[in-house]
């Protein structure tokens, strides 16, 4: 669990992303102060268990099911 940890936090700095905190059972990603995600970018992924505001998106374990890590893989590849 830590090694996983540690390669969400380098995949996340390289993507831009300031914090990955939990609340509330969901993964909450934010971005650096005056960027915003791309939607276009990020279409494939939106899906039920994921949230996406303008600085910050919310993943869902419980709702992305067994596969959530691999979710979280791809959205942050998919952004840097």
Same mark, same amino acid.
């Given at each position: 669990?830590?090694?996983? !940890?540690? #390669?969400? #936090?380098?995949? !996340?700095? @390289? !993507? &831009?992303?300031?914090?990955?905190? +939990?609340?509330? %059972? $969901? ?6 102060? %005056? +960027?915003?995600? /791309?939607? $276009? #970018? ?5 899906? /039920? %268990?994921? #949230?996406? &505001? +303008?600085?910050? =998106?919310?993943?869902?374990? @419980?709702?992305? &099911? *067994? /596969?959530?890590? $691999?979710?979280?893989? %791809?959205? =942050? *590849? @998919?952004? *840097?």
């Amino acid at each position: 669990n830590l090694l996983y !940890a540690v #390669k969400i #936090k380098a995949l !996340a700095a @390289k !993507a &831009g992303i300031e914090s990955v905190s +939990t609340e509330d %059972g $969901q993964i909450i990603l934010r971005l650096i102060q %005056g +960027t915003q995600f /791309d939607r $276009q #970018k990020l279409a494939p992924f939106l899906k /039920d %268990g994921i #949230k996406l &505001g +303008t600085t910050q =998106l919310r993943l869902n374990p @419980k709702r992305l &099911g *067994s /596969d959530w890590q $691999q979710v979280l893989e %791809g959205v =942050l *590849s @998919k952004i *840097s």
